[in-house]
């Protein structure tokens, strides 16, 4: 029985355009300053471990090309968090979310399904971009927040770690995902999958694993409270 779902962000409750044209081109305009502050601990800690990775290579410039590529790296996502605060909280970065999320959230939620977020942007990111959606605050809807601190999302050992946290058999979770490696892992951890194939993300099918279009779709093929 499915007593929790764990859902990814990009490309699952937010349209992957609204990170890459929105979210993206804000952090890029604020990472060249945010990067030379030597006084904020997580900027220091950034760099370090960017020093880690990248010897001797200019900071900015790995955080550029990650940022190209859409790299899910944790010291970009931890520096993308910064910046985006300040978006968010003076009104200049609102979620966008897809229109059959939030019903769809209040639904499971009210009908007793417990919520999660595993993505790749940092905790603080996700509390803040769930916390201004177009659609209101809907960070009371979920229970916990999980980022890379956890452990990659293409790691089977991830998903066993959320379980474990949650209290719960990985065979009560239902994880949500756009990625086809995600959900191998998660499946591989114990976990129920879904592949949300969404048209405007233009989503690319993973070959053996239940999909869904939008979250409506979700409820009818997983028999979750409507
Ligand atoms: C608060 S999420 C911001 C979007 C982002 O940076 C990201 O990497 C989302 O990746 P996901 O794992 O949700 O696909
Ligand atoms: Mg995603």
């Not at 859902?7 to 804000?26: A, H, N």
């Not at 300040?86 to 609102?94: K, P, S």
């Not at 998903?159 to 892992?185: H, M, N, Q, R, V």
């Amino acid at each position: 029985m499915i007593r929790l779902v764990l859902l990814d962000i990009e490309g699952t409750t937010l349209p992957i355009s609204f990170v890459r044209d929105v979210m993206f081109p804000y952090a890029a305009k604020a990472l060249p300053a945010l990067i030379e502050d030597h006084t904020n601990p997580q900027v220091v800690g950034a760099r370090a471990d960017i020093a880690v990775s990248h010897p001797g290579e200019d900071p900015l410039k790995v955080c550029q090309d990650w940022m190209a590529k859409d790299e899910k790296a944790a010291p970009l996502k931890t520096l993308q968090g910064i910046t985006w605060r300040q978006g968010f909280e003076d009104g200049t970065l609102r979620a966008d979310l897809y229109q059959d999320v939030p019903p769809a959230l209040k639904a499971w939620s009210k009908g007793g399904l417990r919520l999660a977020v595993y993505s790749s942007g940092s905790v603080p990111s996700q509390k803040l971009l769930y916390g201004y959606t177009e659609q209101g605050d809907l960070t009371p809807l979920f229970e916990g927040f999980f980022d890379l601190s956890t452990g990659g999302k293409k790691e089977a050992a991830s998903y066993t770690k959320i379980a474990k946290a949650c209290a719960l058999k990985p065979e009560e979770i239902l994880f949500l995902s756009d990625i086809g490696a995600e959900l191998d892992a998660a499946k591989e951890a114990g976990l129920h999958i879904c592949q949300l194939v969404r048209p405007q993300d233009k989503t690319v099918p993973h070959e053996g694993v239940p999909q869904a279009v939008d979250l409506n779709d979700v409820t009818q093929k997983f028999s979750l409270p409507a």
